[in-house]
């Protein structure tokens, strides 16, 4: 029986599954087996599987398009090791993070963990800005790529790790999208299960390839943290309404500069202001002029995108929409 079993969920992505699985080729730590579960594909990725089956303990399923929560499940049912790890097909692994996650579990007691991403040097210009401004002390806080972490972990499907009891008592994810980790990772705390960070269980995630995939995807993650709420109570605090704020902001800066009001000219120089601090950080941690340049517009798209999404679904919810029924497109 192996150690651990890495679930994948793909959709539509062979490519990324093949760059996926050579990087886990490498790895130093050996003890492990594969689970791909092709989710109703219509661009299916068997043959790349049929190249790794000689250099990978490898399973591929195939099964009607359900949505990656479901997928995960489908894996976690047909997975064999004693603890399961989750990857998104967009992915790559350094060779050193199994041997890393191996061996914080043994010296700690954790039920499911989490691990940081980072931008890997054969990204893209746009990857990196992407990259950059998700894990920004302006944006976010540095909380997705900090190493250390404040509060209760909430660990991400993106790269996540879970012990077979985790599973066998939650019985895995109840939605198949939008926010389906975030509600697993709250039901895993909520059933007294322990969760940490491993700082050097880093992946290197590719994020969105354009900039409108980007915003897109950020329009998506505010609706998921509405649909969080509908499942646990708590879930929209004030950190998660300033992506609201600050787009409502910036358009009553613009409007009343327009108006060629003082109130509004100091707005705007506040927004200014606040997207250089971007600018410069991006510049000093990424040495890359392109990535500073680009880092403001990425972060306006990332707020921008939160917050309409935020307010969209908290309407539909109020009207009583309910997204968690079918399968939809998300970016």
């Given at each position: 029986m192996p150690k651990y079993s890495i679930v994948i969920p793909v959709y539509n992505r062979p490519d990324e599954v093949d760059e996926l699985l050579e990087t886990l080729t490498s790895q130093t730590f050996k003890d492990f087996e594969v689970v791909i579960v092709e989710d109703g594909s219509t661009v299916d990725c068997k043959d790349v599987i049929s190249k790794y089956a000689s250099r990978l303990d490898i399973q591929y399923f195939v099964k009607e398009n359900g949505g990656q929560g479901f997928a995960r499940n489908y894996g976690y049912e047909r997975a064999i090791g004693e603890y399961f790890i989750v990857f998104d097909s967009d992915c790559l692994i350094p060779p050193h993070y199994l041997a890393s996650v191996d061996a914080f579990l043994i010296q700690n007691n954790v039920d499911a963990?989490?691990?940081?991403?980072?931008a890997h040097e054969s990204f893209t210009v746009t990857q990196k800005a992407i990259n950059h401004v998700m894990t920004s002390f302006f944006t976010t806080g540095g909380i997705r790529g900090n190493k250390k972490?404040?509060?209760t972990y909430h660990p991400r499907s993106f790269n996540m790790g879970i012990s077979r009891a985790v599973w066998e008592q939650t019985k895995g994810y109840i939605i198949?999208?939008?926010?389906?980790d975030m509600e697993f990772s709250t039901r895993i705390l909520?059933?007294?299960?322990k969760t940490?960070?491993?700082?050097?269980?880093?992946?290197?995630?590719k994020r969105r390839t354009s900039l409108t995939k980007f915003y897109k995807q950020l329009k998506y993650f505010g609706r998921a943290r509405i649909n969080l709420s509908r499942f646990h109570k708590g879930q929209v605090g004030v950190v998660h309404l300033f992506p609201t704020v600050f787009s409502l902001g910036l358009i009553l800066s613009l409007l009343l500069s327009a108006a060629q009001l003082l109130l509004g000219y100091?707005?705007?120089?506040?927004?200014?202001?606040?997207?250089?601090?971007?600018?410069?950080?991006a510049l000093l941690k990424t040495k890359s002029i392109k990535v500073g340049v680009l880092s403001p517009l990425v972060a306006f798209l990332q707020l921008f995108g939160y917050g309409y999404g935020l307010i969209y679904e908290w309407f539909r919810k109020l009207r009583g929409i309910n997204p968690?029924?079918?399968?939809?497109?998300?970016y």
């Open positions: 963990y989490g691990g940081p991403d980072a972490h404040i509060g198949p999208f939008m926010g389906e909520k059933e007294g299960f940490a960070l491993i700082p050097d269980a880093f992946v290197y995630h100091f707005g705007a120089m506040c927004y200014l202001a606040y997207f250089t601090l971007i600018f410069l950080e968690n029924t079918k399968y939809i497109e998300l």
